[in-house]
């Protein structure tokens, strides 16, 4: 049963990257475009909400984008235009983990592993401890379902981050939002997921933001 299950999970990555690969280029710049409007709407929602609190600049942690990733460059550019401290990943080998690392500006980002930008080793790690105080999580992808199912690239990076934010929350008794910017045909029906497979709250999509209950 649980081969079936890890043969579906690999065949569906399979499928949905070689989509994602070959999506129209017009199409992909209209999406994005339209995803960074709703992007904004709610990263200035969010920020309003703080302000009313008076509980200091929006915290954003993303992943920064390669190849056909929907493109965070947006987030990054809106974020640090508006004073936001803004985070990214760094991936560490032994254990395998992400260390949330602060950017202030493009030439805090370096090619990494893979050559997959990232955070230099000089930029500042956010503990754990203070992870709860993230207002928004842009979580990569392959895949995601309208229950909040996401399947990514099958490293488990995020699900072991999601696992250890969840809790520190739970201590601290608040948590940020998970969302992920959905490109045209990342969209299914229903992901198959794990039991520690994070889930998210929101899905930015072309047609709008899609908030999951």
Excluded at 4 to 28: G, P, V
Excluded at 151 to 159: A, F, M, R, V
Aim: charged letters at 30%; proline letters at 8%; aromatic letters at 6%.
């Amino acid at each position: 049963m649980q081969q079936d299950h890890t043969e579906q999970k690999k065949q569906l990555r399979s499928r949905l990257r070689a989509l994602r690969n070959r999506l129209d280029e017009q199409m992909r710049a209209q999406a994005m475009k339209q995803m960074n409007e709703g992007l904004k709407r709610e990263m200035d929602r969010l920020r309003l909400t703080k302000n009313k609190h008076r509980q200091g600049p929006l915290v954003i942690f993303s992943y920064l984008s390669y190849g056909s990733e929907a493109s965070t460059a947006f987030v990054f550019e809106e974020g640090w235009r508006q004073g936001d401290v803004m985070l990214a990943p760094k991936v560490l080998a032994n254990p395998p983990r992400m260390e949330l690392r602060r950017v202030t500006g493009t030439e805090d980002i370096e090619p990494g592993i893979w050559g997959i930008p990232e955070p230099k080793d000089s930029c500042e790690v956010l503990h754990p401890e203070s992870w709860p105080d993230l207002d928004l999580v842009l979580v990569p992808g392959l895949g995601y379902d309208l229950q909040g199912g996401r399947i990514g690239y099958g490293g488990g990076y995020y699900d072991r981050f999601a696992e250890r934010l969840e809790k520190h929350c739970a201590e601290q008794g608040k948590r940020p939002r998970m969302a992920a910017l959905v490109l045209p045909g990342q969209l299914e029906p229903e992901i198959p997921m794990d039991p520690l497979d994070l889930r998210l709250d929101l899905l930015i999509t072309p047609e709008g933001i899609l908030h999951i209950e």
